[in-house]
């Protein structure tokens, strides 16, 4: 019997909603841990696309799925993607649908405040997806955030916003913009707030119950752990934990739990928003990548910037994740490029480096060392086993496992659900 945590391994979008949909046919509970509606996993079954954001992606094949506390919800768009959702066929009801009671809530305020730091002319722009996900994280750990189930004691909400809005407030007069009343966030809230309450649960207490059945628990991280708050290109991160040893905080269970960690890797590099991308190609190379593997922000529509494979960062992954395999995907996308280069490690001023250094000012000073290898002229978009491969694209996979020092577990070949290469299934280790 096996847990498994499925995480990023660069800096988001590697394709975890596919892995997801794909291995929670397996599964009997899908559970999000952390982010919120910053991420976006995208779905593709029989040509039809499902975009994910707040909720688990194991709702589209209707398992069970949690929303863990370490995630942070917007109530209203809760509700907006469930509707979304309904109107493409995918019925989520408390039934299949369950939210921790102690996850903290984004608020308009925290939208408005994510969008104003963003928009200043001074200052360090993030490029964040302005909804709201660093303010509400900031004020959960500042010990002031509205959680789930305060929406269920309306006698003692309205202090409770009074009491946040003591902070925003003083901080919205120090950027010279209007006050918020407090009646506009209960106004809000109560307008969604019966719609919230079915799904509300002690989801820690629950997800141990059905452990102890003997039930599977599929963890769905969001971002990459390069955006992770600790261990990621810091300040150009999120606001949260996205290392899969956050699985376990972020849903209630310890982290005995967790069985086995499937790093989801993208086959070349992408990345959304500012901050240091050693590998990036803003070239004919980048545009290639970019126009083949469609790299294009879920969320934000924004163009991603793409680069070759660094095998320095995912190899770093593997060890602050705890990955025991990976899920490549993609491989496709670079079909018919005669030359692929990865990147083997760093040269900082003058000396050769194995690791992302934890500077700002050196991680946008190191400079990729690569190795070439030969590309292959066929394709292999679409193919559902081994042998299908071109021999220069198993060379190409094997290599990256020997950079990363982890095997492929699976291998992705198109958006579509079913164009996937099972190797060694992670349930069964
Ligand atoms: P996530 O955030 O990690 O779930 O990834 P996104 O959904 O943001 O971005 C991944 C994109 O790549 C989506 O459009 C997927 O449909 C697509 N995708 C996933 N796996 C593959 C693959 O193996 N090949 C190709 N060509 N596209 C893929
Ligand atoms: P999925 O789950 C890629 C990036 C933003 C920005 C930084 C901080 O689809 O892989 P935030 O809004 O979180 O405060 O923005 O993190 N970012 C993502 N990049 N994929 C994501 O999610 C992301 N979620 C946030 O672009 O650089
Ligand atoms: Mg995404």
Redesign the pocket.
Known sequence: MANVVVV?SQW???????IVDWLSERADVVVRYQGGHN??????IDGV?Y?LSLLPSGLVRGKFSVIGNGVVVDPRHLVEEIDKLAGQGVTITPELLRIADNAPLILSVHQELDAIRENATSGLKIGTTKRGIGPAYEDKVGRRAIRVIDLAEPETLMAKIERLLTHHNALRRGMGIDEIPAQRIWDELMAVSDKVLPYVDRVWALLDERRRRGERILFEG?QGALLDNDHGTYPFVTSSNTVAGQAAPGSGLGPSAIDYVLG?TKAYTTRVGEGPFPTEQDNEVGQFLGE???EF??VTGRKRRCGWFDAVIVRQTVRTSGIHGIAL?????LDGLEEIRVCVGYELNGTRIDYLPASMGAQSGVKPIYESLEGWAETT?GARSWADLPAQAVKYVRRVEELIGAPVAML????ERE?TILVQDPFQV
């Open positions: 990023g988001g979008d590697e394709g975890k909603g596919k991420a976006g996993h995208t779905l593709v696309s975009k969001a989801i083949r593997g469609r922000g879920v995907t993609k491989l496709d996308v978009a992705s070949t198109s958006p164009d």
